[in-house]
Each structure stands twice: as C-alpha cells, then as structure tokens.
C-alpha cells in the first residue's frame, strides 16, 4: 500500500502539473470513442497497452470480462452499456479477454467453488463457453483448453452485448462496432478477431478493419 500511496506523490508533484491544462479541460466532460470491456486481473492495464489518455477510454472490469444478457438481473454491466451507448455516444466496444485468465481457469475446473460462492455464481454466466470447450476440445492439454476458452468466452460476450437494446439499435444503424480481442501479457501481443477468416490474429495496426 505504501508504494501505491508514494506513487499518488509522485503524481501530483510530478505528473499532474505537467498535464494541468489537460486535467483541468477534462472537468468540461468525457468524450470516449470506446467501451473498453476486461477483466479485473490486475496484470491488464487498458492505458498503459493502449498507451491511452486520461479520457480516451470508459472502462468495464470484472472477473471474466463478462456481460450478462440484458435484463438477468440488476447489474453495473448494462448500466456501463448504456450509459457509454446513450450517453458518451461511443463509437466501438472492445471486449478484451487475456492468456491466464484465473476467471476461465475456475470456470474448467470448477476451482474454489466453496470458498467463492458468488464468483461461481457470477461464471454461471460463462457456462456456455465450458461446455463448447468441454464438448469439442475436451481433447485438448489443459493449457489449450485454457487458450481456447479464453478465445471463445470473448466472443460470448460480443453476443450478449447484442441482446442489449442500446447497442441493438446502434449495431442496426450502422453506429457501432465491436471488437474482440485477447491480450497475450507475456509477450504483449494483442490479437483480434478477424471474422473473415474466424480466427484471432495478430492485431495490424495499419488498416485495421476486423469489427465482429
């Protein structure tokens, strides 16, 4: 904790008067193009991968980077949806999975299950997911399988996104992109989702195109 503390320190002495003119212009309001949807792991930082602004992005985090259907249940994840849809006006939602993602791992195995009630409630949600991997890459070593569900609980999400009514009528108007993607944090390779050929790709930055 102390270093965390040292470091808002050094931030404002450091940082914040640097950049003054840029904070103070944010007081105005936010103006994200993108609805960054990750996981809690505390290995993912948006801002520093993206090497984004204070501004640039409005983040979703939680175990899994999971987005219930609309309407299962009271939840912050449709009330991120649509604010960021209604209201930021955002133009593209990333849901961004990650290589050793302890939420998918729980889901195969059923990990901790006793000790962690309301998390295997909460990757109750991903079910689907663990049974395609279950039931088409049962074969697999436990690693792949890993790598796999991560992949495909990502694409879940981009499902489940659709099911909300915001980002329905947006989709349908030709207003929004989404965007699946899977961060590789020991090598830092960020891959997407390329739907003509349904596979994850390394992410090109010239002419990136792939919107699911």
Not at 45 to 74: H, K, S, T
Not at 94 to 103: K, L, M, P, T
Not at 176 to 184: G, R, S, T
Request: charged content about 20%; hydrophobic content about 40%.
């Amino acid at each position: 904790m102390h270093k965390l503390l040292q470091g808002i320190h050094l931030f404002q002495r450091d940082v914040f008067g640097e950049h003054e003119e840029e904070f103070v212009r944010l007081v105005q309001g936010q103006h994200p193009e993108v609805l960054f949807i990750t996981c809690s792991d505390s290995r993912l930082n948006p801002d520093l991968l993206m090497q984004a602004r204070p501004g640039d992005l409005f983040v979703l985090r939680n175990a899994g980077n999971i987005v219930p259907p609309y309407g299962e249940g009271p939840g912050g994840e449709a009330a991120t949806i649509e604010f960021a849809l209604e209201l930021l006006m955002v133009q593209h939602i990333v849901v961004c999975g990650h290589s050793h993602c302890g939420a998918m791992q729980a889901l195969l195995r059923h990990e901790h299950q006793a000790a962690l009630p309301a998390t295997t409630r909460w990757l109750r949600l991903a079910d689907p997911t663990r049974r395609l991997v279950h039931e088409r890459y049962g074969h697999l070593p436990d690693d792949e399988q890993l790598n796999v569900a991560i992949q495909e609980n990502v694409l879940l999400q981009l499902d489940t996104i659709r099911t909300h009514p915001s980002a329905a009528r947006r989709l349908a108007e030709g207003r929004l992109n989404l965007h699946a993607w899977v961060y590789k944090f020991e090598t830092g390779e960020v891959f997407s989702f390329d739907p003509r050929v349904e596979q994850f790709l390394p992410l090109k930055v010239a002419g990136y195109r792939p919107s699911v």
